[in-house]
């Protein structure tokens, strides 16, 4: 059960928003504890996530209120690839201006707007995600500095390894844990994949980039991980002897999973049975969120 703090925290939600979608339009029905406090069930806060992306999406709060999970689920899909808010392109150019005149704090403070008004998957898809990748692109184009990029980067990890201790306070779900292999060095994507997974309630364990595939071997299994997620940006030397050697070195019931640019030049009849190849975040996102439900 969580408190009304926690659920706050983890929905963006204010107080006075929640106690008004209770008592107003009976959103959700949280139980009392013994202090007679508000306390929600996961049920009660999934809810109340969608509602959330709802209700940002445009449908009155009165009208999505009526809505079953399914129902709110179909509304969300039919929403589509469109901006959740309006703006957020601007918010976007905001911030590589930020990044830009060397602002750490303009950064941060967008950073934060982006992360407590969106969900995470949305945080990911229309701010994160596309900051970082024309960061990357004004780099090689020489418009950014490496230490433009690097700042902005910076940025992006403070925050979210802040909203991810939040998520983690409550993660009841099986464990995942994130890196990149040896020679990989671009460890962002896989933070944000982290980040995706701890907001569906699962174990999160971000090791960051530069590994060799034995230590993530016995770090998934010290730590009861069923899957690594692995970030693949880059052509490293040996990619695909290093998949090889850590799924030889992994029991059957851990997976491996792929994502990033690199995934695309992979022989998929050539990778161990064990690997699944991820062409986005929102691919990553649903199957994460299958796992957090099932465990498989």
């Known amino acids: 059960m969580h408190s009304m703090k926690t659920v706050c925290q983890l929905t963006g939600l204010s107080r006075d928003t929640l106690r008004a979608w ?14 007679g406090r508000r306390v929600y069930d996961a049920a009660d806060l999934a809810r109340l996530r969608l509602l959330r992306q709802t209700v940002t999406r445009g449908l009155p709060i009165h009208r999505a209120a009526r809505l079953t999970r399914e129902e709110l689920e179909q509304v969300l899909r039919e929403a589509g690839e469109s901006e959740p808010v309006p703006g ?28 407590a008004g969106l969900s995470p998957r949305d945080a990911v898809r229309y701010v994160l995600a596309p900051a970082l990748v024309e960061a990357g692109s004004r780099w090689h184009e020489g418009t950014f500095s490496a230490a433009q990029e690097h700042l902005l980067t910076a940025s992006v990890e403070r925050l979210v390894m802040t909203t991810m201790h939040t998520f983690q306070k409550v993660a009841r779900g099986p464990g995942m844990l994130f890196g990149t ?108 969120e299958i796992l957090s439900q099932t465990g498989t």
């Open 22 to 35: 209770e008592r107003r339009y009976g959103a959700v029905q949280p139980k009392r504890d013994d202090n």
């Open 88 to 115: 957020l392109s601007d918010l976007v150019a905001r911030l590589l201006a930020a990044t830009a005149n060397y602002r750490p704090d303009l950064c941060d403070e967008i950073l934060g707007l982006a992360i």
């Open 181 to 288: 292999l040896a020679g990989e060095r671009h460890a962002i994507g896989s933070l944000l994949a982290a980040f995706l997974a701890a907001s569906q309630g699962i174990r999160c364990i971000y090791l960051g980039a530069d590994l060799p595939p034995s230590e993530l071997a016995q770090a998934a299994l010290r730590s009861n991980a069923v899957v690594i997620a692995l970030s693949l940006v880059t052509a490293i030397p040996r990619l695909e002897t290093q998949i090889d050697q850590l799924c030889r070195e992994l029991p059957a019931a851990i997976q491996v999973w792929l994502g990033g640019a690199a995934v695309q030049d992979l022989d998929t009849a050539k990778l161990p049975k064990k690997c699944q190849r991820f062409k986005s975040f929102d691919d990553f996102f649903e199957q994460a």
